[in-house]
Nanobody, 124 residues
Framework: QVQLVESGGGLVQAGGSLRLSCAASGRTFSSYATGWFRQAPGKEREFVASISASGYTTYYSDSVKGRFTISRDNAKNTVYLQMNSLKPEDTAVYYC?????????????????WGQGTQVTVSS
């Protein structure tokens, strides 16, 4: 089992940057694929980015491709989401999720563990 804690959210102006972190407990985090999802008020949770357990394979939603970068440091049990060129439509609660598979997924129901979320607000 793994516990996830997100951090790094906040208020930023459009065009700015933030880096989210997802710290995981447990000594086998390197066997967990990880994903970032977000949920804006009144909207369904949507996929943002994911990374395989090894870190070699990444996926991005079309809405963030070219602006966001997911990475991981298994030695630190941490996954990152670097967000650049932020837009007001990126405003949401961002969640980190993990599943004990090598391959990541873009569908939320395929993840077994979730963090509590961190708020990202982008002002225009």
């Amino acid at each position: 089992q793994v516990q996830l804690v997100e951090s790094g959210g906040g208020l930023v102006q459009a065009g700015g940057s933030l880096r989210l972190s997802c710290a995981a407990s447990g000594r086998t985090f390197s066997s967990y694929a990880t994903g970032w999802f977000r949920q804006a008020p009144g909207k369904e949770r949507e996929f943002v980015a994911s990374i395989s357990a090894s870190g070699y394979t990444t996926y991005y939603s079309d809405s963030v491709k070219g602006r966001f970068t997911i990475s991981r440091d298994n030695a630190k049990n941490t996954v990152y989401l670097q967000m650049n060129s932020l837009k007001p439509e990126d405003t949401a609660v961002y969640y980190c999720a993990a599943r004990q598979k090598q391959q990541s997924a873009t569908i939320s129901i395929l993840y077994d563990y979730w963090g509590q979320g961190t708020q990202v607000t982008v002002s225009s």
